[in-house]
């Protein structure tokens, strides 16, 4: 898989929508939403990682640049957002009850530049477009997802589960909350949830609290969390 590929791909959503409604200023930004471009990361020749952290969608600060483009992890690794990441691998190699060297990568289910999350429920959700525009980027990160053939996933947001389809439900015979379209099942022996409808993965899944901020798991939550994935290594 290539990293210019998976360009294309997503600018073809964006030429799709650019002269939509979608193509607005939000509350956080002047600039339109699709004007400002797009950024994800993609380590090529990577796969098979270990643990794969998602996100939701690059943020857009005020003074930032219209981009369109890919990103390695290891140029970018060294700013904020990405320290909690490293801090668990860090403990997981370097705690000597663990001592266990693991891969990783980062995964953004959404590629669309916009600092407040909320504006996925608020806006993109409540018109037919931009549910489309949410679903055909999702199409592309789980063409992603599943070449990078994690052996766990951290999602650390509650959109991220409901992305991932794990809230989904049927209704009157109507379907809902499908996304992604994963199936899961709790492993009792484990004690994690595990997608289990998909022949090309079969990953564990943590979801859990922000890795960092206001809302970041406590101490003793985040020491569990990394005994629990070296467990999970361990006995798969």
């Given amino acids: 898989m290539k990293g210019q590929d998976l360009v294309i791909q997503y600018q073809e959503i964006w030429d799709e929508f650019k002269n939509s409604n979608l193509n607005k200023s ?4 002047n600039d339109k939403l699709l004007d400002r471009g797009f950024v994800f990361q993609f380590d090529e020749g990577v796969n098979n990682v270990d643990i794969l952290f998602t996100g939701i969608n690059p943020s857009y600060s005020k003074g930032s640049n219209s981009e369109t483009h890919f990103y390695n992890k290891n140029d970018v690794e060294t700013k904020s957002y990405f320290k909690p990441f490293n801090s668990i691998v860090k403990e997981l190699k370097e705690n000597k009850n663990y001592n266990k060297k693991v891969t990783w990568s980062h995964l953004d289910m959404l590629v669309f530049r916009e600092t407040q999350q909320s504006y996925i429920e608020n806006e993109l959700l ?3 477009n931009g549910v489309d525009f949410i ?3 999702l199409m ?5 997802l599943e070449y990078l053939n994690p052996k766990i996933i951290v999602a650390s947001n509650t959109s991220a589960r409901s992305l991932l389809g794990r809230d ?3 209704k009157d015979k109507k379907e809902y909350g499908f996304w992604m ?6 492993d009792y ?3 994690a949830d595990k997608i289990v409808n998909n022949s090309n993965i079969k990953p564990y899944v943590f979801f859990t609290s922000m890795l960092s901020g206001q809302r970041a798991l ?3 939550s985040r020491q569990r969390l990394i005994w629990h994935i070296n467990k999970i290594l361990n006995e798969i």
């Fill in 135 to 137: 679903y055909k980027q």
């Fill in 168 to 170: 989904k439900f049927v």
């Fill in 26 to 29: 939000t509350a956080s930004n």
């Fill in 218 to 220: 406590d101490k003793g």
């Fill in 126 to 128: 409540k018109t037919e």
């Fill in 181 to 186: 379209n994963y199936d899961f099942e709790f």
């Fill in 189 to 191: 022996s484990l004690g």
């Fill in 140 to 144: 592309v990160s789980k063409k992603i």
